[in-house]
């Protein structure tokens, strides 16, 4: 059974940076599609990001230029660098693979002054 494990949440200001990780188990991450969801209450989980077995990568546009997806393989880890957060970015992250039957617990990102 795939798990995955996401780390790396927090609380930081405006402006600030963190890096989410994304530890997968029961399967090998450069093999499959992974992806970065968010989700804040009372809404629909979001995609923010994902990085394909040929190492394609989608941003949504609310992202783009602020994000950045990649992994590492000998770790089976898939990271989100975030920069430049906004309090809009407050949610809980996700990852998940292509077939998103399997999600983690997330981790929560809280951007605040």
């Known amino acids: 059974q795939v798990q995955f494990v996401e780390s790396g949440g927090g609380l930081v200001e405006p402006g600030g940076s963190l890096r989410l990780s994304c530890t997968v188990s029961?399967?090998?991450?450069?093999?499959?599609?992974i992806m970065w969801y968010r989700q804040t209450p009372g809404t629909r989980r979001e995609l923010v990001a994902h990085?394909?077995?040929?190492?394609?990568?989608f941003y949504a546009d609310s992202v783009t230029g602020r994000f950045t997806i990649s992994r590492d393989n000998r770790q089976n880890t898939v990271y989100l660098q975030m920069d430049n957060l906004k309090p809009e970015d407050t949610a809980v992250y996700y990852c998940?693979?292509?077939?998103?039957?399997?999600w983690g617990q997330g981790t929560q990102v809280t951007v605040s002054s």
């Open positions: 990085l394909t077995r040929a190492g394609s990568i």
């Open positions: 029961g399967s090998i991450i450069s093999m499959y599609t």
């Open positions: 998940t693979d292509e077939y998103r039957l399997s």
